[in-house]
């Protein structure tokens, strides 16, 4: 079979962050200077990688942010606390809390406590709950990512074989909704899937984002799966760093019509779609920020 079709994501990106910048002034004309607040809670490198990231984008564009990173072994109420403390700045009109927390965090009391007027990545409660029922108010950075990503290369959803490998409820669960939604027929493999191989084999569009570096091998998938890797992982290989995602590149990319690059797929979507949530969320007149 010859090479996939690469799935990339840049040039979708650009459009998405020049939609931003172009919202942005619009913002600021109208009085309010948006400011970003970030929690992290945990001491995980690549957690802390990503959240530079974020805070570099928003220097790009000239927007404020407030960052808050503790130690995994920061007390619960602590947390809490400094989560109600981001909330209830007037100054921070756009708030994210990267996950997973660590497991003494209860995610349920960190979620409630985010108000659903600044979150801007669908972590709120009530959020979530409007994105499940489809009519969002806010949706994830990644889900959006993906089903921009699908469209901008003319990737056909409708009456596929969808399967989603991961079921976290920032990502993966997000996107098994977004493929139902646009017709897909999705099975969600996770950590207790019975012969994940045999699910994999079966989907002619396969999304994975479990985290697990090189989870899936050519002997995983079939001729002409489209596949879609969300994960970026880091590995280390004869002494150097080397990101990879949760597909083996060389062996899928034999069977595979297209698969997203790693990194330059799904990743830069994400970036400009957090921007683009961050404005959106800080117009005088709440907008929606779907699609």
Known sequence: ????????????ADRVERDALDRLEACREAGVDPCLATLLVGDDPDA???????????????????????????????????????????????????????????ATEVRRRVPSEKDVDCFAP??????????????????????????????????????????????????????????ATVTVCHSRTQDLAAKTRAADLLVTAAGVPELVDGSMVSEGVVVV????????????????????????????????PVPGGVGPLTMAFLLRNLVAVSEPSPQETGG
């Open 229 to 260: 890797d969300v994960s970026v992982n880091r590995v280390q290989r004869d002494g150097e760093s080397h990101v990879v995602g949760d597909v083996d590149a060389e062996s899928v990319g034999e069977k595979a019509a297209a698969m997203t």
């Open 1 to 12: 079979m010859s090479e996939p079709r690469r799935l990339g994501g840049r040039d979708a």
């Open 126 to 183: 009530a959020n979530v709950g409007r994105l499940v029922q489809g009519a969002p108010r806010v949706r994830p950075v990644t889900e959006l990512a993906v089903d921009r990503l699908l469209s901008a290369h003319d990737v056909a959803v409708a009456g596929r074989d969808a399967v989603v490998v991961g079921r976290t409820p920032a990502i993966g669960t997000p996107i098994a909704h977004l493929l139902c939604r646009r017709d």
């Open 48 to 106: 802390h990688r990503f959240m530079d990231y974020k805070h570099e984008a928003c220097a790009d564009a000239g927007i404020d942010t407030k960052r808050v990173d503790l130690p995994a072994d920061t007390p619960a109420e602590t947390v809490y606390e400094k989560v109600t403390d981001l909330a209830t700045d007037p100054d921070v009109t756009a708030l994210f809390v990267q996950v997973p927390l660590p497991a003494h965090v209860d």
